[in-house]
């Protein structure tokens, strides 16, 4: 199963590929979780990204290619993968076409995640992340079960910086300038599928298995 998880942050990408990718097995390969534990490792990458992230803009195009050519060269890809956050310009989804077709390796689907604006602030102003594994949490929807811990790995939660209301703004105008595109990208290909992830987590998670099992 290889697909793309596409829509606006705040969307519930994260969460969704979380739970199936457990369940089946596969790597969640989210682009953002790979910056921020390169710039927990002091990586030169990790510093290069720091100041797009800070500022809520996109890191180049070069950069993020390269580094998830990289990741889907290891062999936990192989029997698939969820690709969360990434492509997000029309450009990464080129070189992510490229990539697979060398591979040998067909996207399954694209599924982009629509939700209006205010419930994405919303959601992103009551997100909370585990700073060692990635973990997704919300204070309303989906606490964590002891305050403050992972319940995965028993890891610090956190505010993410860039979750902070101006960022967030920020964020949500490059995704409609740079990212809304891509789902044009992929419906020309007849891989995109909308999902309403507007509804409850359980409610997204009963559509997105049933459009998994029937792509
Ligand atoms: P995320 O965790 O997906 O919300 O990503 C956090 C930040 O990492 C974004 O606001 C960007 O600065 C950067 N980032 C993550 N994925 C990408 C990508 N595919 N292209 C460019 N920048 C990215």
């Known amino acids: 199963m290889r697909l793309v998880f596409l ?16 369940e089946r097995g596969i790597p969640q390969i989210s682009t953002g979780d790979l910056f921020r534990a390169a710039l927990a ?4 990458l990790g510093l290069e990204a720091k100041a797009f992230m800070d500022r809520g803009e996109l890191v180049p195009d070069g950069v993020v290619c390269g580094m998830v050519a990289e990741r ?3 062999q936990d890809a192989a029997s698939g993968f969820i ?7 029309v450009a990464q989804a080129d070189a992510l076409d490229a990539v697979l077709q060398k591979m040998g390796q067909p ?10 604006r205010s419930e994405l602030i919303r959601r992103l102003t009551r997100r909370l992340t585990c700073r060692k594994c990635g973990a997704v949490y919300n204070t309303d929807a989906l606490p ?6 992972c319940d995965r790995c028993g890891g610090e939660v956190y505010v993410r910086d860039d979750d902070r209301p101006e960022t967030v703004e920020r964020r949500l105008k490059e995704y409609d ?10 419906a020309g290909r007849g891989l995109l ?3 309403n992830a507007a509804r409850s987590l359980a409610d997204v998670a009963v559509e997105l298995d049933r459009l998994i099992a029937r792509p």
């Open 193 to 195: 599928r909308q999902v």
């Open 177 to 186: 300038a740079k990212t809304a595109a891509v789902s044009g990208y992929y």
């Open 144 to 149: 964590p079960k002891a305050a403050g811990l």
């Open 7 to 22: 829509g606006p942050p705040g969307a519930g990408k994260g969460t969704q590929a979380q739970r199936i990718c457990a």
């Open 72 to 74: 889907l060269a290891k």
């Open 83 to 89: 690709l969360d956050g990434f492509p997000r310009t």
């Open 41 to 44: 490792a002091g990586t030169k």
């Open 107 to 116: 996207l399954l689907a694209c599924v982009d995640f629509v939700v209006e």
